[in-house]
Nanobody, 124 residues
Framework: QVHLVESGGGLVQTGASLRLACAVS????????MAWFRQAPGKEREFVAA????????NYAEYLKDRFIISRDDRTATVYLQIDNLKPEDTAVYYC?????????????????WGQGTQVTVSS
């Protein structure tokens, strides 16, 4: 079974940047498309970005794509989420998810494997 561990979150000020990482173990990362979701208190888990197994295609939530960049390094079995110009509304727990079917779905219910999340808090 694949194991996912997120890192890189923290408390930052508005306008800062963060680079989140998701370390993949247990199974080859090349077996999975990878996605990032986030969940703010009292809200549904929402799609942020996803990247296909071969990195040939990436997808973003439309309203986030100008500030978020997803990438993967299969040599180190790590997926990254670069977030620039952070805003208070970006405050959430950020989760990575693995998708063996390469569908890069927008729906969190389509993913079976999740990390424990990393907290991002943006102060105004």
């Amino acid at each position: 079974q694949v194991h996912l561990v997120e890192s890189g979150g923290g408390l930052v000020q508005t306008g800062a940047s963060l680079r989140l990482a998701c370390a993949v173990s247990g199974r080859p990362i090349s077996d999975y498309a990878m996605a990032w979701f986030r969940q703010a208190p009292g809200k549904e888990r929402e799609f942020v970005a996803a990247i296909r197994k071969s990195s040939t295609f990436v997808n973003y939530a439309e309203y986030l794509k100008d500030r978020f960049i997803i990438s993967r390094d299969d040599r180190t079995a790590t997926v990254y989420l670069q977030i620039d110009n952070l805003k208070p509304e970006d405050t959430a727990v950020y989760y990575c998810a693995a998708d063996p079917w390469d569908n890069i779905s927008y729906y969190h219910t389509d993913y079976d494997d999740w990390g424990q999340g990393t907290q991002v808090t943006v102060s105004s």
